[in-house]
C-alpha cells in the first residue's frame, strides 16, 4: 500500500511479486477515502480484490501491509495460510516518530496482548536483520514507575 500518495484523497493499493529477486506489481486498487463508508468497507472492497487475485492463482507464501486492521483482516481472511509481516519502513517510521516524541506516556506495547488481537502474532518476535545486515536493537523507553 502507498497511502498518502495521492492528493485526491485516495488510497493506492499494490499486489507485488517477486520475480528473480525483483518487486513487480501486477495489480493496482484504489480507495475513495473521501467518500462516505459504511463500517468494515475498507475490508470489504480489500478481500472481493483479493479473492479476484486468488481467483486468478494468487497465493502467497507471504503477505506485507502496515498496521491497518482492515488490511491485516482482508489479507488474513483471503489467505489464512499466509504468513503476515508488517512493513519494515511502517516499522521504522512509527518507531522514529516515537522516538521523536516528547511524550512518553502512552501504552506499551504487549505482545501477549497483541498476540490476542491476531493470533498469527509472534510474542517473541524480534527483528535481527535490517537491509544492511546488522543487528537492529531496538529501546523502549517508559516513564512508568511499577
Not at 499486489?15 to 468494515?40: N, Q, R, W, Y
Given at each position: 500500500?502507498?497511502?498518502g ?17 525483483e ?10 477515502k ?35 486492521k482492515?488490511?491485516?483482516n ?24 516515537r ?27 524480534l ?20
Amino acid at each position: 500500500m502507498t497511502g498518502g500518495t495521492n492528493k485526491q484523497g485516495m488510497e493506492l493499493f499494490s499486489g507485488v511479486a517477486d520475480i528473480c529477486g525483483e518487486g513487480l506489481s501486477f495489480s493496482f486498487l484504489f480507495i475513495d477515502k473521501c467518500a462516505p463508508a459504511t463500517t468494515h468497507a475498507k475490508q470489504r472492497i480489500l478481500e472481493r480484490w483479493f479473492t479476484v487475485l486468488k481467483n486468478r492463482g494468487i497465493d502467497p507464501e507471504f503477505t506485507l501491509s502496515d498496521k491497518d486492521k482492515s488490511e491485516i483482516n482482508a489479507l488474513r481472511t483471503v489467505w489464512p495460510n499466509a504468513k503476515h509481516q508488517l512493513c519494515i519502513w511502517h516499522v521504522l517510521r512509527a518507531i522514529r516518530r516515537r522516538l521523536a516524541s516528547r511524550e512518553l506516556d502512552t501504552t506499551p506495547y504487549n505482545a501477549v496482548a497483541a498476540h490476542n488481537l491476531f493470533n498469527f502474532i509472534d510474542v517473541d518476535f524480534l527483528p535481527t536483520n535490517s537491509h544492511d545486515g546488522k543487528k537492529v536493537n531496538f529501546l523502549f523507553r517508559s516513564n512508568r514507575t511499577s
